[in-house]
């Protein structure tokens, strides 16, 4: 059966404004990370305390993160190291998430590492992020597909997703970094994982939404037993060390399956459709979700 609440994982801060060409002003940042939590979203990843240079779109980390104290929400930040770590805690980030791939070539091009090499990277992340009490989840990219290398196998999927856990990470994060997924594929992984001993309570879903299977993935992932679903609002993303990335699942499109089938989210759709059409005309151009362009044509 499907759940009766799913967590919306807002990803559109972070994950979207990684990949504009353009740097958003740090004031229209924290606008619509306020606007966001308005509209009723309770997780919204902020931003990445990585490398300015190999994300400029997020060099602002620092100034954003300040300007969010009032914010009524969860705010994790993405780090990729102790450096990393330190930069967040220093501001006083309570949550973070640390982001592995599957695939040699994606660690190599994302985090300049192998993925054991990542791995170890990651190792003092958690321990230390443990130790302050933070929340931490592991994400984990190219679980069905790498630009590069094809298909991904399930069992190096698994044992990478594995090794995450196995670090201290609450929960995982299943990165279609490509969006290359489809539902049978979803069902297979989540089977997988399981019979490996991961628990489906443990298991977000990350579903880019290239080849527009985004909501099928997602609704095979809640007839499974998945209640966290990562999206970002008006579909705005990608990745930009991931060629062939597009946007995210839009948190629009998500809201409005939800809605209709009667499950709870907290979100108010009028709210969040109005935030992502005025964050469209900030970075000028239409936003790419089906739901958002709908409902602000009415
Ligand atoms: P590196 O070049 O190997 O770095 O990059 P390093 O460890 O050799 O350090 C070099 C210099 O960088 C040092 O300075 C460090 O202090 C500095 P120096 O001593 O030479 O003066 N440095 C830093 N400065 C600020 N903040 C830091 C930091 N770390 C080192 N955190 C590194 C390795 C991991 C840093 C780099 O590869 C990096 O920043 N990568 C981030 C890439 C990224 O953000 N990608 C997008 C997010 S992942 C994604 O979008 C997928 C996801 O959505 C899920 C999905 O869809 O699948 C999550
Ligand atoms: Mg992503």
């Given at each position: 059966?499907l759940?009766?609440?799913v ?12 990949n ?5 002003p740090?004031?229209?940042k924290?606008?619509f ?10 997780t919204?990843?902020a931003?990445?305390?990585v490398h300015p240079k190999w994300v400029p779109?997020?060099?602002?980390a620092?100034?954003?993160?300040p ?13 990729p190291?102790e450096?990393g ?7 006083g980030?309570t ?12 660690a190599a091009r994302?985090?300049n590492r192998?993925?054991a ?5 990651f190792?003092?992340?958690v ?5 302050h009490r933070?929340?931490v989840r ?13 298909a991904?196998?399930?069992?190096q999927v698994?044992r990478t997703?594995k090794?995450?856990?196995d670090?201290g990470?609450?929960?995982?994060s299943?990165g279609?970094?490509i ?8 069902r297979?992984l989540l089977?997988a ?5 991961v628990?489906?309570?443990r298991i ?6 290239t080849?527009?299977?985004a909501?099928s993935?997602?609704?095979?992932a ?7 679903v990562?999206?970002s609002a008006?579909?705005?993303g990608g990745?930009?060390y991931?060629?062939?990335a597009?946007?995210?699942l839009?948190?629009e499109?998500l ?8 499950i ?5 759709l009028?709210?969040?459709t109005?935030?992502?059409?005025w ?18 044509h009415?």
């Amino acid at each position: 059966g499907l759940p009766a609440r799913v967590r919306v994982h807002e990803v559109g801060a972070r994950d979207g404004l990684q990949n504009e060409q353009s740097a958003v002003p740090t004031p229209v940042k924290a606008e619509f990370i306020h606007r966001l939590a308005a509209a009723g979203l309770t997780t919204i990843e902020a931003t990445s305390f990585v490398h300015p240079k190999w994300v400029p779109q997020l060099a602002d980390a620092e100034e954003l993160f300040p300007l969010l104290a009032d914010v009524d929400a969860a705010l994790p930040v993405l780090v990729p190291n102790e450096r990393g770590l330190d930069r967040a805690l220093a501001l006083g980030a309570t949550r973070i998430a640390v982001f592995g791939s599957a695939t040699e070539t994606f660690a190599a091009r994302n985090l300049n590492r192998t993925v054991a090499e990542s791995l170890a990277m990651f190792e003092p992340v958690v321990a230390r992020a443990k130790e302050h009490r933070a929340h931490v989840r592991g994400y984990l990219s190219m679980c069905f597909g790498d630009p590069w290398e094809g298909a991904v196998p399930l069992p190096q999927v698994v044992r990478t997703a594995k090794a995450l856990l196995d670090l201290g990470c609450d929960e995982l994060s299943l990165g279609d970094t490509i969006g290359v997924a489809t539902p049978g594929h979803v069902r297979a992984l989540l089977c997988a994982l399981n019979d490996e001993g991961v628990a489906t309570d443990r298991i977000g879903v990350h579903f880019h939404d290239t080849y527009g299977q985004a909501l099928s993935n997602t609704l095979a992932a809640l007839l499974h037993g998945v209640t966290t679903v990562d999206a970002s609002a008006g579909g705005l993303g990608g990745c930009p060390y991931a060629k062939s990335a597009t946007g995210n699942l839009a948190t629009e499109d998500l809201v409005w399956m939800l809605d209709g089938l009667g499950i709870e989210t907290g979100v108010d759709l009028a709210a969040l459709t109005a935030t992502s059409v005025w964050m469209a005309e900030q970075l000028g151009r239409p936003s790419p979700s089906r739901t958002v362009r709908a409902l602000s044509h009415k």
